[in-house]
């Protein structure tokens, strides 16, 4: 499975974007997805968990700074998903990568290394 982000780029505080990772080589349906984000300066081997759906899209869950403000979302259809996000801050400068985690289906692993396919990511940028 092959994952490709995009969406990002350079926004004001207050805005909004919508990341869409697009899956081929495979259907995503099966597999529990997820966004992380690596921000400037902070070294994580995968990243800072940020939101993730279940496969069977009954469950979601956010990291506590972007609750109320991200919604991730998945179109089986289309083989993608969707994070939304709004009222961005400076703090959420990050370059933000989807992956796909193909071991669970009706719950979430907050653990980047649990992730089984990785996109390349797509830069946000908020500026103050």
């Known amino acids: 499975v092959q994952l490709l982000e995009s969406g990002g780029g350079l926004v004001e505080a207050g805005d909004s974007l919508t990341l869409s990772c697009v899956g081929s080589g495979g259907t995503l349906s099966r597999y529990t997805m997820g966004w992380f984000r690596q921000a400037p300066g902070k070294e994580r081997e995968f990243g800072e968990f940020?939101?993730?759906?279940?496969?069977?899209?009954?469950?979601?869950s956010y990291m506590d700074s972007v609750k109320g403000r991200f919604t991730i979302s998945r179109d089986d259809v289309k083989d993608t998903v969707y994070l939304q996000m709004s009222s961005l801050k400076p703090e959420d400068t990050a370059v933000y990568y989807c992956?796909?985690?193909?071991?669970?289906?009706?719950?979430?692993?907050?653990?980047?290394?649990?992730?089984?396919?990785w996109g390349h990511g797509t830069q946000v940028t908020v500026s103050s």
């Open positions: 992956a796909a985690d193909r071991q669970r289906y009706y719950s979430i692993s907050y653990y980047g290394h649990e992730y089984s396919y």
């Open positions: 940020v939101a993730a759906i279940t496969a069977s899209g009954e469950k979601t």
